[in-house]
């Protein structure tokens, strides 16, 4: 064992997965508003497992109020009617009906879905008029959904607006179904963006916010808070798609930006409602851990971590996860169907592998207040990251950056060898009206 792997393991808390084996992070989160729960697949059991059980425990035992997601705003919407028993009489599987689009494993899958299973139950035997917890997208891809979210709403509460929300989003229909064709003919002169149009809708909803927002009690007030935030979605995404085009700095910043300002907004509207909020939040690690740390930061890209960081620097906590060998969830191409894909084994000069030489199976390591730990991985060392699809032949270049890890995160779980999250079905339904989630970067 090297001397840095010593470090490491004095430092380590075995993680059994028993009931108390959490303790010790829950300790380190004190009294944290903001955690972040981050994965290093998009498709590894023991990463969903694991933020299930720390939620159910910040919500059972810290009153936190909402799980935030990296998901479109309508489709995990769907969900949160559903968990706060304000659907159709959806089962849980129905509610993640939303999630049709590839990687729909990422929300469609077993760990998922038994997790809202036990938060509509947790919300179900509530007393009147208690909290109920949410759970909501943070992500910009919904385009299309989100413009029929905010006509849909406007059509029940105000039909002249609506006529003049379809005659502004009216604009896409000259592009067809697919947004990236709309960023790529604006943002080559070929065709006038919808920017002044989404614009003009965001603001006139936003002004009649008095009278919608406050119709009929909480109800109403989310459901108008549902319908701004679709409008500030295609706000964004309009630029998102755009910004495609310009290199992935610029698209990446906007996206991150929109989930750290989805998540602010969140965060202020819980707060009429239920006192300071508390929130989790779940994204892979890219966006979870602080981007200052890490190339990613040094080429000029931010990211949720970071953001929260800074907008709550005594409130939140950021928390990684790690795996060195094992199965994942992944694609071997865009739109591909769901497979279950050998991890090779962390590379040598990685933090995986150093994990690997520590000899524990699962640990949690605090980072936070440890000297002595933050200077032996003072680095930069390699990370992984493995995204929607997995390309294992090319995984140096596909799936490893640097960072340095103690300023990245306040605690990394690491488990050595996981296996693959089981989805609910092994392919995504076509569908020409939005690009995959995550597109490009597959995380």
Request: proline share 5%; with cysteine; charged share 25%.
């Amino acid at each position: 064992m090297t001397e840095v792997a010593s470090v490491v393991r004095e430092a380590a808390h075995p993680f059994t997965g028993d009931a108390r084996g959490l303790d010790p992070l829950l300790d380190l989160i004190g009294d944290a508003r903001f955690v972040l729960l981050g994965e290093a697949t998009h498709g590894t059991h023991e990463f969903y497992q694991a933020r299930a059980r720390i939620t159910r425990r910040l919500i059972e035992e810290k009153g936190f109020h909402a799980v935030a997601v990296e998901a479109d705003w309508p489709d995990a919407y769907r969900v949160n009617r559903h968990v706060r028993g304000i659907g159709d009489g959806e089962t849980a599987d129905d509610a993640l009906g939303g999630f049709v689009r590839f990687p729909a494993w990422m929300w469609r899958n077993r760990d998922v879905l038994r997790f809202v299973d036990w938060l509509r139950g947790w919300n179900d035997v509530r007393p009147a008029g208690a909290h109920r917890v949410g759970f909501y997208g943070l992500d910009l891809y919904s385009l299309h959904a989100s413009i029929e979210a905010v006509v849909g709403y406007l059509d029940r509460v105000d039909p002249e607006a609506a006529k003049r929300a379809r005659a502004r989003y009216a604009c896409f229909e000259h592009f067809g179904q697919d947004p990236q064709q709309y960023g790529y003919e604006t943002s080559f002169g070929h065709a006038e963006p919808c920017e002044d149009e989404v614009v003009r809708q965001l603001v006139e909803l936003h002004a009649r916010a008095g009278d919608y927002a406050h119709r009929d009690g909480r109800v109403a007030e989310d459901e108008f808070f549902y319908a701004e935030q679709n409008a500030r979605l295609v706000k964004d995404a309009e630029e998102y798609y755009r910004a495609m085009f310009r290199g992935r700095v610029s698209s990446w910043n906007l996206r991150d930006s929109h989930m750290a300002d989805t998540l602010h907004a969140l965060a202020a509207h819980l707060e009429q409602q239920a006192g300071p909020a508390k929130i989790v939040i779940w994204a892979h690690n890219s966006h979870l851990g602080d981007a200052r740390a890490t190339e990613m930061g040094e080429g000029g890209e931010w990211n949720v971590g970071q953001l929260v960081r800074q907008r709550y620097p005594n409130d939140s906590v950021l928390i990684g996860f790690s795996t060195y060998e094992g199965t994942v969830t992944a694609a071997s191409e865009w739109r591909g169907d769901a497979e279950s894909k050998p991890v090779r084994p962390g590379l040598p000069d990685s933090y995986e592998g150093l994990f690997h030489q520590v000899g524990l199976t699962d640990f949690l390591l605090p980072l936070r207040g440890n000297g002595g730990l933050s200077r032996a991985l003072a680095g930069p060392r390699l990370e992984r990251a493995i995204g929607v699809v997995y390309r294992p032949e090319t995984e140096r270049w596909s799936h490893y950056f640097h960072a340095r890890l103690p300023q990245q995160f306040d605690a990394v779980l690491h488990y050595d060898r996981t296996q693959a999250v089981e989805p609910l079905e092994r392919s995504s339904q076509a569908d020409d009206e939005e690009l995959p989630e995550s597109f490009p970067t597959g995380i």
